[in-house]
């Protein structure tokens, strides 16, 4: 069964402490991986796709990198402004978007 | 940029009513969906919509319904709401293999 699992569910730190989030994945093929933020009563915001291992994005402090197994994203130097709740969610090849299957998402609070 | 817009940030409705929730996207994407979002539950799967007119069920379609007249909306009805459908309801849309959008979200409380 397709599944996604993101580690920690949740993560303080100071700001400037630079920190991996952990997204798992089993997936028959993967068409692709997906990024969120998600701020508090608001609905998620994308930030990144990627489609094969190896592959890399990054968008400001963010970085996302992705292996067979599992995708990481990197926090560098963060501040205040980046807490919120990061989604994954991944893609089977073949398969719809009503398919896309959401992790439970990682609560990161970064302390000023 | 894709813009999703749900009508309603905040709703309360009584037990009961039927509740009208409207989403409306204006990048002439096929696929629409609804989502439910709940602690430790994440998010879940209502209905989903590839095409005007077509409707699809999705993981927890009981208790709703949906409409999609037209490319640009889709909408998501309660035909008689329940104090268990509180909830943080999401709307999305996307072309076929690119990443789905979302709108802002309407948080319901039904009393």
């Known amino acids: 069964e397709d599944q996604v699992t993101q580690s920690p569910e949740a993560l303080r730190l100071q700001e400037g402490e630079s920190s991996s989030l952990n997204c798992s994945y089993t997936v028959s093929g993967l068409r692709g991986l997906f990024w969120y933020r998600q701020d508090p009563g608001k609905g998620p915001e994308f930030l990144f796709t990627l489609y094969s291992a190896g592959e890399e994005k990054e968008k400001e402090r963010l970085k996302a990198t992705l292996t067979k197994k599992e995708s990481f994203l990197h926090i560098t130097a963060p501040k205040p402004e980046d807490s919120a709740t990061y989604l994954c969610a991944v893609q089977a090849i073949g398969s719809r978007d009503d398919k896309i299957i959401f992790g439970k998402g990682t609560r990161l609070h970064i302390l000023p | 940029d894709v813009k999703v817009t749900q009508s309603s940030r905040y709703l309360v409705k009584r037990t009961g009513e039927k509740v009208f929730l409207e989403c409306v996207q204006d990048?002439?994407?096929?696929?629409m969906f609804w989502y439910r979002q709940d602690p430790g539950l994440g998010l879940r799967l209502i209905y989903f919509s590839y095409d005007v007119k077509m409707k699809e069920k999705g993981d927890i379609p009981e208790g709703y319904s949906v409409s999609r007249e037209k490319k640009e909306r889709f909408s998501l009805i309660l035909e008689s709401a329940s104090t268990n459908q509180t909830s943080m309801y999401l709307c999305?849309?996307?072309?076929?293999?690119?990443?789905?959008?979302f709108g802002n979200g309407t948080r319901l409380t039904v009393t």
């Open positions: 990048m002439d994407h096929e696929n």
């Open positions: 999305a849309s996307s072309l076929d293999g690119s990443p789905l959008h």
